[in-house]
């Protein structure tokens, strides 16, 4: 039931390549939990879970509005609904409901398509930002006789 980290799912941006990485570690971990039936890991793992995929969203929007890409709110919305499904599966566990099979099916299926679809659909515009900003400092600093004599 574990997701592997295929080249497949990297946008080109390593920070955000990084951190879908960190969230599918984060899959398997609830998996390899709820293989040995560490019920209260898989709860555990779950709250970790969420956290970093909240702030990993937020980084992501950052981003996204920097770069100005067009399609953002949109993005967000995706994002706060699968939030909140997410925290509906925090309260049914809480509640006493087995919810690891359901959860995990629901977080992998996710996760690779929201990798494939949503996030490769906003790389390029975010990646054009990133190389013109590193330009522009570069421009900025210029040579190393302007650095010094400047």
Not at 30 to 58: I, Q
Not at 90 to 109: C, M, N, S, W
Request: net charge negative; with cysteine; proline share 1%.
């Amino acid at each position: 039931m574990a997701i592997a980290w295929t080249a497949e799912l990297e946008l080109g941006i390593p920070v955000i390549d990084s951190q879908h990485q960190r969230i599918v570690d984060y899959i398997n971990t609830v998996s390899d939990a709820h293989k040995s039936h560490r019920t209260n890991d898989v709860f555990s793992v779950l709250d970790e879970l969420v956290d970093y995929t909240l702030s990993h969203f937020a980084f992501e929007e950052s981003l996204m509005e920097e770069s100005g890409y067009p399609f953002l709110n949109a993005h967000k919305k995706v994002h706060r609904l699968f939030a909140r499904r997410v925290a509906s599966f925090q309260q049914r566990a809480k509640a006493g409901d087995d919810i690891t099979e359901e959860l995990l099916h629901v977080l992998k299926a996710w996760l690779v398509n929201h990798i494939k679809c949503d996030d490769r659909d906003y790389s390029a515009v975010v990646k054009a930002n990133m190389i013109e900003a590193t330009r522009r400092t570069k421009a900025k600093q210029g040579s190393w006789f302007n650095r010094l004599f400047g």
